[in-house]
């Protein structure tokens, strides 16, 4: 029998297994039974339905803008042209350059966990797409990484920006917030998250989205969210 530590048999003690808890007291919980030093992140986790009537399997991949934020502290690194460098360095960014910063990331030594890029220069970047590919961090137009507003797509990301995608058997996890913030605060990042990946449903799929949905923070343990979501 697998020998279980002293704080997984402590956390355990509020398992919600077999029980009906509203989504308020859920949020407590996570809270409760997030015990480190730090301030922990709250994450979702679910599993997708992939099948459609039509084509091939439903991938999900899109952004979303969390109205109070992720509470992650992102280091973003813009790619730019000469003349758009000064737009990258008042936009808020850690890190810019034109080549030269092509240059770091062909070398594979950068510290910036988001990167933007302007269209013109994604001709350029493209060649290290094995690079970058491999860390999630190639820009794409549909998630709002490659654009010509520098400004707006650094500030985007500062405020509370979570890229979703599924993996091959249907699972999504993102952060929609930290142990500090408020019950009201994750509740409403929550359902805007929920509603939004909704409307990604096409048309041609039955049934619902979403199949479940727990909660967690990152050292806790998950909670399911039921009845339908």
Excluded: W
């Amino acid at each position: 029998m697998k020998k279980r530590s002293k704080r997984y048999k402590d956390l355990i003690k509020f398992s919600t297994k077999g029980k009906k808890v509203d989504v308020k007291d859920i949020l407590d919980l996570v809270k409760k039974t997030s015990t480190t030093k730090f301030d922990e992140s709250v994450d979702v986790s679910m599993r997708i339905n992939l099948k459609q009537t039509k084509g091939g399997d439903f991938n999900l991949r899109t952004v979303i803008k969390l109205p109070n934020g992720s509470g992650k502290k992102n280091i973003v690194a813009v790619l730019c042209e000469a003349d758009k460098l000064e737009d990258a360095k008042k936009s808020g960014a850690e890190v810019f350059g034109t080549d030269d910063l092509l240059e770091k990331i062909g070398s594979g030594k950068f510290n910036f966990n988001k990167l933007v890029c302007t269209p013109a220069m994604m001709g350029k970047l493209g060649k290290h797409g094995k690079v970058l590919g491999p860390k999630g961090l190639m820009p794409n137009p549909k998630l709002g990484t490659v654009a010509t507003d520098i400004k707006k797509a650094v500030q985007d990301i500062k405020t509370g920006l979570v890229e979703v995608k599924n993996d091959k058997d249907g699972n999504v996890s993102s952060t929609i917030g930290r142990k500090s913030f408020s019950n009201e605060n994750l509740l409403n990042n929550l359902n805007y998250f929920i509603d939004s990946i909704k409307k990604e449903k096409p048309d041609t799929m039955k049934g619902e989205l979403i199949k479940n949905l727990y909660i967690t923070s990152t050292m806790g343990i998950s909670y399911k969210i039921g009845g339908k979501i």
